[in-house]
């Protein structure tokens, strides 16, 4: 860089001056620029002790928003954009397409996340030695059985992030609470969806394991009234992706990608198939076609994030359920 206005305010430090440079750089689209604002922000801490990381999160993330793929694969390396609006290789991934990636990645963890983040968009992949195959060991192509998946929307200074569609729910009373049972893999599976919500922001989470119906279990969890809707096994891992995707209201948002690992890896517990990790998709899909779904909610009003499934294995006879929330 050989702008003065610039050196100045890397010099003084000035987070709102530099915030503008970005702006600027981004809209005459000089990406050399930008890496190099991107490269002396990181810098600023050894040299005269300024905190300049949300100006290097900030170029970061424009590079991987609206660069070509020549500059914004370049982004897609470990603790890059930690302060931007959303995980790099989702945010890349909505606006470049795996074939333009391609030849501009190295073979990182982030890299093989946006190839994941890609699939949800659509793109079959076929084998690439460019992603690590044990990042996610998930199938690169989406299959029959997946829902529509809630994706992300990345703007230069905003995101959306919209929740999954949801089936209408109508006032149903509840059972009485089945006999709890102790299953540690099915419930663990279900609370690591909502995992930052509690662990990084104000989130709870409440998870019950009966010998009984889907409603009897969310009777242990302390119900007798609820709104109930029974829906279909895509509805359900919609609803588990996104919630895995989120960081809940303050969290780090983790991204659809790993939202959808989040939901396949529940649904492998459910089928008592963790032993056999990677599950094979067609015998999941049949699972989630066995099981018998329902989303609920107390009768309160729903507010902030939540997540309220309940599932029931008609076969076993047993049943979960959860119920998070989280609030700003």
Do not use: K
């Amino acid at each position: 860089m050989t702008v003065s206005s610039v050196a100045e305010a890397l010099t003084a430090g000035d987070l709102d001056e530099l915030s503008r440079w970005v702006d600027r750089f981004c809209e005459v689209r000089d990406w050399d620029s930008l890496t190099a604002l991107r490269d002396a922000s990181r810098d600023a801490f050894a040299r005269r002790g300024h905190q300049l990381w949300p100006i290097a999160s900030q170029a970061e993330y424009r590079l991987a928003l609206e660069a070509p793929a020549g500059w914004a694969g370049r982004v897609l390396v470990d603790g890059a954009g930690r302060f931007a609006l959303g995980p790099l290789p989702e945010v890349v991934a909505s606006t470049h397409t795996w074939e333009e990636l391609a030849a501009h990645v190295a073979p990182t963890p982030a890299a093989a996340l946006a190839a994941h983040e890609r699939v949800l968009r659509g793109e079959r992949i076929d084998d690439d030695a460019r992603i690590d195959a044990g990042v996610l060991e998930l199938p690169l192509a989406l299959q029959s059985w997946e829902p529509q998946y809630a994706l992300a929307t990345y703007e230069s200074h905003g995101a959306l992030f919209p929740a999954p569609r949801a089936s209408a729910l109508v006032r149903r009373e509840l059972p009485s609470p089945g006999a709890t049972v102790d299953d540690p893999e099915v419930s663990g599976a279900l609370r690591a969806l909502v995992e930052r919500w509690v662990i990084e922001s104000n989130g709870e989470v409440g998870v019950v394991a009966v010998e009984a119906t889907a409603e009897a279990a969310v009777g242990a969890l302390g119900h007798r009234e609820v709104g109930w809707a029974e829906i279909e096994p895509a509805e359900a891992l919609a609803a588990m992706a996104w919630a895995g995707a989120s960081g809940g209201a303050h969290g780090r948002r983790l991204g659809a990608a790993t939202g959808r690992f989040g939901a396949w890896w529940a649904l492998a517990a459910l089928a008592g198939m963790l032993d056999d990790w990677p599950a094979v998709p067609e015998d999941l899909g049949d699972v989630a076609s066995a099981l018998r779904w329902a989303r609920w909610h107390p009768l309160a009003p729903a507010l902030g994030w939540s997540l309220h499934l309940a599932v029931e294995d008609p076969h076993t006879q047993l049943a979960w359920a959860i119920a998070a929330t989280d609030h700003t």
